[in-house]
């Protein structure tokens, strides 16, 4: 049998044993069922999840329900929504009890005096005109002044298909403002004319997120497999779907087999009861899948299939190191 430290040099096995020592156990909570947005393709909305449950109105329930999470071994907590920022006083709690990482979509400023240190990923979805298509406004004008030069604050930057040829714009845009951009794909869920993928496209995006890695390494926060891996679908000659993902909620999941997955994951509506099927949209035909969290996922949790070659094995390091980053486990 194969072992790590067969594959890995000095510098590589002390990478590995960084990563090793941590031990994620995410969940994701809707924080609220509104948003001051209504972006079109987005997951939340278009999958109906925003009417799943009625929320949860006494912060009394949310503080004791989020004891109990941790209580369940959870230490990340991922907020979504709708906006979680309209709803502080349930981020707060949150907040005080468990690592949290807060989704936002930048519009309304975190006063930082009380949350100094909580990590935030703003999305964005394009260039101006994209973000008007899709979202109504461009936000990155906002919440650019926002946050201008905040470390904890990193762009969760959405490519559509007609991003193709101007990420860097977006890129340096970014850099400018000093923060940190990670990349995902657009999964067209609402079918949007013209923003749903081909395979060249794929491919060309592919290139064009290797390029910016190389262009701007300490802005963005990303690895070649990563793209590889949410461009192709494919991992180790298998391919990502409804029997490989990992990111499905634990309770709810009755596959067999079962395959490699997060451990105790659920994703919570704003209940507190409810549960949605999975980190994204509880409608999405997951062939048609292209959720960033769940691919990198899918990759933390297959270790053990990528003790194969010393590529393999960093390839996940690398993917590791990336989720570490972005929810602040290991520094940028
Ligand atoms: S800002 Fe986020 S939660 Fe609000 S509509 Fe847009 S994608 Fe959905
Ligand atoms: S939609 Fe995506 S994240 Fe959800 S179960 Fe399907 S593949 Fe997994």
Same mark, same amino acid.
């Given at each position: ?53 009625? =929320?949860?109105?006494?912060?009394? &329930?949310?503080?004791?329900? %989020?004891? *109990?999470?941790?209580?369940? !071994?959870?230490? @990340? ?53 994209? =973000?008007?298509?899709?979202?109504? &406004?461009?936000?990155?004008? %906002?919440? *650019?002044?926002?946050?201008? !030069?905040?470390? @904890? ?180």
């Amino acid at each position: 049998m194969i072992t790590v430290s067969q594959l890995l040099d000095e510098h590589w096995y002390e990478r590995y044993k960084r990563i090793s020592k941590l031990n994620i156990r995410s969940s994701i909570y809707d924080v609220t069922n509104r948003c001051n947005l209504r972006c079109k393709g987005c997951f939340f909305f278009s999958s109906g999840e925003h009417k799943a449950a009625p =929320e949860e109105m006494d912060i009394k &329930k949310w503080e004791a329900f %989020i004891d *109990s999470e941790k209580q369940r !071994g959870v230490n @990340l907590a991922i907020l979504i929504g709708g906006e979680p920022t309209l709803c502080l006083d349930r981020v707060a709690a949150f907040y005080k009890r468990l690592s949290t990482f807060c989704a936002t979509n930048g519009l309304i400023k975190i006063p930082r005096d009380r949350f100094p240190d909580m990590m935030l990923g703003i999305s964005l979805w394009g260039d101006e005109v994209d =973000e008007k298509v899709l979202r109504g &406004k461009d936000t990155f004008s %906002i919440s *650019s002044k926002n946050y201008q !030069g905040d470390p @904890l604050v990193y762009y969760l930057y959405t490519i559509t298909p007609k991003q193709i040829g101007k990420t860097d714009r977006i890129i340096r845009k970014i850099t400018d403002v000093g923060l940190k951009v990670h990349m995902q794909l657009l999964s067209n869920d609402e079918g949007v004319d013209g923003f749903s993928w081909t395979p060249g496209q794929l491919e060309a995006i592919r290139m064009e997120m290797d390029a910016m890695l190389d262009a701007y390494p300490d802005t963005v926060i990303s690895c070649r497999y990563y793209h590889e891996i949410i461009t192709t679908g494919q991992m180790l000659g298998r391919r990502f779907g409804w029997n490989e993902c990992p990111s499905v909620t634990q309770p709810l999941d009755k596959r067999t087999p079962q395959p490699k997955r997060l451990i105790e994951f659920i994703r919570w509506a704003s209940d507190l009861k409810t549960m949605h099927r999975c980190c994204t949209s509880e409608t999405r035909d997951c062939s048609t899948c292209k959720d960033g969290a769940a691919h990198m996922s899918w990759v933390m949790v297959n270790k053990r299939a990528h003790i194969r070659t010393p590529k393999d094995l960093q390839n996940w390091i690398e993917v590791y190191e990336m989720f570490g980053k972005l929810y602040q486990f290991i520094p940028w």
